[in-house]
């Protein structure tokens, strides 16, 4: 998958432990993006990162945070998780460094996520 | 702000039938216009993009879509299915490119089921 490895693939948790998820390309892309794909609601963007330190929210970020120290490392994190964030979260990636192309994203396998 | 209806939930067709898949945006400016595929339990593949130019754009697997500004469509067409078709399918729309805007927005998806 073009370079994207996400971690764990599976995780099962409890409600109001902290969960963080991993995605880790070796594309050297400069933007990373956390989506969360739901049952009648296709992918809704979460966050995403324009650069090393540099991230924004997206349309559901509420309850999610996310870190990038390095431009290979993504991290997204539910400081408490709740059954509501059930999910399956995928990670992208686009535009090499010093590109000037429309964001085609490139995705990874996803991490399936329940919250009991 | 920047939307993607899907109007088809799920979609049911014959094998060696035509196939078109509906797809409206909203965007105040030139639209990056995208399709995706995702198999069962894999992540998303990339079919085809617009950015500018022909209308009409051939993608992977035999796929084409025709933007039509008119109409704010982008609907994903192909002449004949075949069973190893059976996916859901993600029109998006390109919101911005370069610095701190460079994210895709989703429509929800439409399930497509091939009949043999």
């Known amino acids: 998958d073009a370079g994207i490895t996400q971690s764990p693939r599976h995780k099962v948790t409890e409600t109001g432990t902290p969960v963080t998820l991993r995605c880790h390309q070796t594309e050297n892309h400069r933007y990373m993006y956390w989506y969360r794909q739901d049952p009648g609601h296709g992918l809704r963007l979460i966050h995403y990162s324009y650069g090393v330190k540099d991230t924004d929210k997206g349309e559901v970020s509420d309850g999610y945070s996310v870190s990038r120290s390095k431009t290979e490392d993504f991290l997204l994190t539910l400081e408490s998780a709740t059954s509501s964030q059930t999910s399956v979260y995928f990670c992208?990636?686009?535009?090499?460094?010093?590109?000037?192309?429309?964001?085609?994203?490139?995705f990874g396998a996803g991490s399936r996520l329940t919250v009991l | 702000a920047q939307s993607v209806t899907q109007p088809d939930i799920h979609i049911t067709v014959s094998e060696g039938a035509s196939l078109e898949l509906r797809c409206n945006y909203s965007?105040?400016?030139?639209?990056?216009l995208f399709w995706y595929v995702q198999s069962p339990g894999q992540g998303l593949q990339l079919l085809l993009k617009y950015f500018s130019g022909d209308t009409l754009v051939q993608g992977i697997k035999g796929f084409e879509a025709e933007f039509k500004r008119s109409q704010s469509s982008f609907n994903l067409r192909k002449p004949s299915v075949h069973w190893s078709d059976a996916a859901e399918y993600f029109c998006a729309v390109g919101a911005g490119y370069g610095g701190a805007t460079n994210k895709l927005i989703f429509g929800t998806g439409t399930l497509l089921a091939v009949q043999p």
């Open positions: 992208a990636i686009s535009g090499r460094e010093g590109a000037r192309t429309p964001n085609v994203l490139t």
């Open positions: 965007y105040g400016a030139t639209p990056y």
